[in-house]
């Protein structure tokens, strides 16, 4: 009798986990959530729209980190959204360690293709200029003598601009913000973009 009863509810639990694991696959194929997913590996990944200079003229504050993929392939092979939202939170914790918070770290982009960098009381002022969906900023001290040039990806969605940087370039242009103290902690930066190819990354911006 005790034996029947065990193999009775052996084939309950079995038809149970059978539903719910249909029910899972279910819901992960059901219209919506595929919806989701196919959008959250767009949101990770960089558009090839052109940037024109009247889309970035003024001023620009600081949001939050961010990291997309250059392709959509790249993003599916490491996991796409889920991944760029974990790079992002560890960004988040290294540039809070160099001053860079929200509300901390500022563009300011002029129409005469020139700019404007502050990061807490340091400013720095260079020239600008734009390809497609790329921007290279070049800083000159007094305006006149280059100390860096910097390139970067640019996406623009309404109020918010994505920067993007290759890790060595992000790291030249905070090399430009940041002081010496802070090499170190910087140097975790490129660290995080290790073994996920085709990853950028950099800051959102928000217009002021």
């Not at 919806?35 to 959250?40: N, R, S, V």
């Not at 991944?83 to 929200?102: F, Q, T």
């Not at 280059?146 to 060595?168: M, W």
Request: charged share 20%.
């Amino acid at each position: 009798m005790m034996k029947k009863i065990i193999v009775i509810m052996a084939a309950i639990c079995c038809t149970l986990a059978f539903n719910a694991q249909a029910q899972s696959l279910k819901d992960l194929f059901n219209k919506e959530n595929i919806g989701e997913t196919l959008g959250g590996i767009a949101e990770s990944v960089l558009t090839n729209k052109g940037i024109l200079k009247t889309d970035i003229t003024g001023n620009w504050t600081y949001a939050q980190a961010d990291c997309k993929f250059t392709t959509e392939d790249l993003a599916k092979q490491a996991g796409g959204v889920l991944v760029a939202s974990k790079v992002s939170e560890k960004l988040s914790d290294v540039y809070g360690k160099i001053g860079i918070k929200p509300g901390a770290f500022h563009f300011q982009f002029n129409s005469d293709s020139t700019f404007v960098s502050s990061l807490g009381a340091k400013t720095l002022k260079g020239s600008y200029s734009l390809k497609d969906n790329c921007i290279t900023l070049e800083y000159r001290i007094a305006g006149k003598i280059k100390t860096a040039s910097v390139n970067a990806h640019i996406q623009k969605a309404g109020d918010n601009l994505s920067l993007l940087f290759n890790a060595d370039k992000l790291l030249s242009l905070f090399g430009q913000l940041c002081s010496v103290s802070n090499i170190a902690t910087l140097k975790t930066v490129a660290t995080i973009a290790e073994g996920y190819d085709g990853m950028m990354l950099g800051f959102q911006m928000k217009r002021d």
